[in-house]
């Protein structure tokens, strides 16, 4: 009886501090913003129950046009850290040696030492009409004169791309190294061309990676604030930014919590798709790496 | 090597030579297999069999040498364009598909319509006796099923020569034994050429028409199970293919074909010399006999013709029809002798003591190899 306690008291122990982050750190906040983002302002600290912070979403379409701009905008991010991340991650698990192995892993590790910050600030060293860059390009005499690489789509995708790519690479090389070298020699044994086996074989074995590698890329890039906003300049219109103009700068808190459910809601749908699309569940991919 | 002869050999390989950095894995290999041949290659691990059959797959090049496939070079060929199939050591079905696009995987390779891919897997199912388990997935066959999918994937393919890389070794014994003669009946079946890998001496003598024993790199003997296992013609043939007695010593006498041997612990044995191996007295030799060759006399031996000896029986190794006993001699040797235990009174016991006697047709002697 008394062995019995114990282990149920190891339990609540061990399963406090899970359940202290999950109340606190997301159920409680995420209820409270829900609680907001139904108040709507009748009059001055007046409010009622009401869906008119969604509606607004709705009725104004440069909101609309954000937020599709941002999924957008992430799904070719993610496209692209797929298409980079995916030889990358087949060097490292399979044609990669043991000992370079651990190199190569260390090597994409290495820029998340530096924080956020400091990385967009790399990039605009680079990209800036005075950085090094526009810099080479007047030395060689490509162009006459300074060229601006700032402040448009690419810099931010460029960005965002760097940014995100170990978290492909990571799901990605763990999935490929589970697969027996053998299966892609029978894939040749059986008749198939280097193409027939990358699609047949390599990519729907490594499919669970690759939906998981995307699932976390697509959600880190749609909800990032700080590489849209300084690569992107002030106009990047990505959707965090409208929340926090609506937070912030007009104080309107009832709207910004609406918009934060929405970006969560849409952003889970385009999951949704992805997953239903690529015939993958949460517990085969994401559980699983 | 003239055209005409090698047209019908399904497999040749002449002079075949792989290196990897300093070590000679594969050293001058020629041989050649007619059409419809179960072809074994036997050896202990790292002999270089593995490599050589990579090689016939096209997956290593060799570094000298040729490999035909029925008659034509395929040194050049892309291993997605030999038409030799291969069934990995862990079989390598692919996980994602079901049995049927396993099969397929080959077919759609080449382009057959839809049609003709599903006559051909359903003809193959049927010809490996699992005509129901098409729309299976891998991971729910046993592993006696996942072996015949493997062949049924590269014989829909119609090979000219199917590899097969020790297939049976994650078997457990029972399934094994089955499988074994299951095998022959499918190489029978497909009349096709099987060259099968495997350091399994058992497996190779069931199953193949033709043997190869292979030791580090190159053949030592190739011939017919009997032909081995009978006439081995180097000592380590002699010692890998099924049990045998082994002492080394010095030969005593030679005269014609018989020789006497005295070995190390100082024990007379009347023997013959090994196929082509010419040894003079004096020479270092090791002597082999197997132990179903060993008559066990419960009373003094007589004849004078055969090698008798005298010992004790240190114990007995019960293994139903394979039971021996383990007799010590005067010498200090050990002797393994079959016996049948039948389980009765009658039964020989330890601390008996037996003779020893075998016809000296029945003990091969080799020349020792310095070192």
Redesign the interface.
């Known amino acids: 009886m008394k062995n019995r306690d114990a282990k149920r008291l190891t339990l609540i122990l061990l399963f406090a501090p899970f359940a202290l982050w999950i109340v606190l750190l997301i159920l409680l906040p995420h209820i409270g913003m829900g609680v907001l983002s139904l108040r709507e302002k009748v009059a001055p600290r007046v409010y009622e129950f009401g869906f008119d912070n969604y509606l607004d979403f709705f009725r104004e379409p440069i909101y609309w046009h954000i937020l599709s701009r941002t999924a957008g905008i992430s799904i070719v991010v993610t496209f692209l850290a797929l298409i980079i991340g995916f030889p990358v991650s087949y060097y490292i698990a399979k044609i990669a040696g043991p000992r370079s192995k651990g190199a190569l892993f260390m090597f994409c590790l290495i820029p998340l030492w530096v924080s956020d910050l400091i990385r967009a600030f790399g990039w605009i060293l680079l990209l800036r009409e005075t950085g090094a860059i526009s810099g080479i390009l007047q030395w060689t005499g490509l162009v006459s004169q300074p060229v601006e690489f700032l402040y448009n789509d690419a810099a931010v995708i460029v960005g965002l791309v760097y940014t995100v790519m170990l978290f492909m690479i990571v799901p990605l090389t763990s999935t490929l190294e589970g697969m027996d070298d053998a299966m892609v020699e029978a894939g040749y044994n059986l008749g198939g061309n280097g193409f027939t086996v990358l699609r047949r074989i390599i990519i729907p074995y490594a499919m669970p990676g690759i939906v998981s590698g995307c699932i976390i890329v697509f959600m880190m890039t749609a909800g990032s604030y700080l590489t849209p906003v300084l690569l992107g300049g002030k106009y990047s219109s990505w959707f965090t930014q409208t929340i926090y103009d609506q937070f912030i700068t007009r104080y309107n808190w009832e709207s910004g919590a609406a918009f934060g459910f929405l970006l969560l809601i849409f952003t889970s749908l385009v999951v949704w798709i992805g997953l239903k699309l690529s015939g993958q569940s949460l517990s085969t991919t994401v559980a699983r790496s | 090597m003239n055209d005409t002869a090698s047209a019908d050999n399904d497999l040749e390989c002449s002079g075949v030579c792989k290196n990897f950095g300093s070590v000679q894995a594969v050293k001058d290999i020629s041989f050649e297999i007619p059409s419809g041949t179960f072809f074994s290659i036997l050896g202990p691990s790292g002999c270089g069999k593995t490599t050589l059959m990579r090689m016939i797959?096209g997956?290593e090049d060799p570094d000298a040498g040729d490999i035909l496939i029925k008659g034509r070079s395929v040194l050049k060929v892309?291993?997605?364009?030999r038409n030799?199939?291969?069934v990995?050591?862990?079989l390598?079905l692919?996980?994602?598909?079901d049995v049927f696009d396993n099969i397929a995987?080959?077919l759609r390779?080449?382009g057959t319509d839809r049609d003709e891919v599903k006559r051909k897997v359903q003809d193959v199912l049927d010809r490996v006796a699992l005509p129901d388990v098409g729309s299976r997935e891998i991971h729910q066959l046993s592993g006696g099923q996942k072996q015949r999918i493997a062949i049924a994937?590269?014989m829909v393919?119609d090979p000219d020569v199917l590899l097969l890389d020790e297939p049976l070794g994650a078997l457990d014994l029972k399934l094994r034994e089955a499988m074994k003669i299951e095998l022959k009946l499918l190489q029978h079946q497909f009349d096709t050429t099987f060259v099968y890998i495997t350091h399994d001496q058992s497996e190779a003598l069931v199953m193949s028409d033709r043997v190869a024993v292979m030791n580090s790199g190159s053949f030592e003997q190739i011939g017919n199970p009997q032909e081995l296992y009978h006439r081995p013609k180097t000592a380590f043939v002699a010692g890998f293919v099924g049990d045998a007695n082994r002492w080394s010593g010095k030969v005593d006498q030679s005269d014609g074909g018989e020789l006497v041997i005295e070995t190390e612990a100082g024990m007379a044995v009347q023997c013959r010399a090994g196929a082509n191996a010419s040894i003079s007295a004096g020479q270092k030799v090791e002597v082999f006999v197997r132990p179903e060759f060993i008559k066990l006399n419960r009373s003094a031996p007589t004849t004078s013709k055969a090698s008798s000896l005298t010992g004790t029986v240190d114990n007995l190794l019960f293994n139903g029809a394979n039971s021996r006993a383990l007799v010590r001699l005067g010498s200090g040797d050990l002797v393994e002798v079959d016996v049948t235990l039948t389980g009765g009174t009658e039964d020989v016991a330890p601390g008996e003591i037996v003779g020893l006697t075998w016809s000296p047709e029945n003990a091969v002697c080799f020349a020792q190899v310095s070192g």
């Open positions: 797959a997956f892309r291993p997605n364009r030799v199939k291969m990995f050591q862990h390598a692919f996980p994602m598909m995987y080959g390779c080449i994937r590269c393919l």
